[in-house]
């Protein structure tokens, strides 16, 4: 289930879609969304491993990871089939 609070119908799609439908909870406030996906024990132990070896936050990678990811994919058509979000 989602919980959406504060955020526009537009933005709220927008971050869905980028999920590819992976289980999400959007929270605004005060221009900052939080963002929760479901991510498979090997992958948050790879994140943690990568942050402590870099000394910053998960949620720094993350933050850059998603970045590098959207300047990189401006301007192509992703292999996703948006329309099919569980």
């Known amino acids: 289930m989602f919980r959406l609070l504060h955020v526009t119908e537009s933005l709220c799609r927008t971050l869905l879609q980028t999920a590819a439908g992976a289980d999400m909870a959007v929270i605004a406030d005060d221009g900052v969304a939080r963002v929760t996906a479901s991510l498979s024990r090997a992958q948050e132990q790879a994140l943690k491993d990568l942050a402590a070896k870099h000394k910053v936050s998960v949620a720094w990678l993350v ?20 329309g099919q979000l569980s």
Do not use: I
Not at 63 to 68: K, L, T
Not at 76 to 82: A, R, V
């Open 63 to 82: 933050r850059h990871a998603v970045d590098q990811f959207l300047e990189q994919n401006r301007e192509t058509q992703l292999p996703l089939n948006l």
